[in-house]
């Protein structure tokens, strides 16, 4: 399991031209993939991991701020560029199989008291934001 999350000061991703969802932060944006041997496990601890990553002004998290979050579902980020140009995605778990996992994430992240604004899963979408500090992040489960 795969994460990218962004601090961000808004996030928003729009799919056919309406939001789907939307945070107006300070808040985090989370980026997920899923691979081939992720668990519902992995999946609660990433959320517990995201719930309380202390990046937030002052060092605080979301759990200490009640801040949003928005997760978004990216096979992309299991992209494998070990040959040529053209990126392979043999790494990146099927639809069937991921889609049920980014929501366990949702889930256990609400089950934590979190609120969670989601994408679309498979859809194409736009994602805008405003990332605060800069401050991205990648984490590997």
Known sequence: MRAVVQRVSQASVTVDGRIAGAIDGPGLLVLVAIT???TREKAARLA???WGLRVLQGEKSCSDLG???LVISQFTL???LG?????A???AAPGPVAEPLVDQVTA???KLGAHVETGVFG???KVALVNDGPVTIIVDL
């Not at 040959?83 to 990126?87: D, H, L």
């Open 48 to 50: 517990a991991k995201l």
């Open 108 to 110: 256990e992240l609400r």
């Open 83 to 87: 040959k040529g140009r053209r990126p």
């Open 67 to 69: 801040a949003p979050l």
């Open 123 to 125: 859809a194409s979408m």
């Open 89 to 91: 995605w043999m790494n």
């Open 78 to 80: 299991y992209a494998d």
């Open 36 to 38: 081939h041997d992720d």
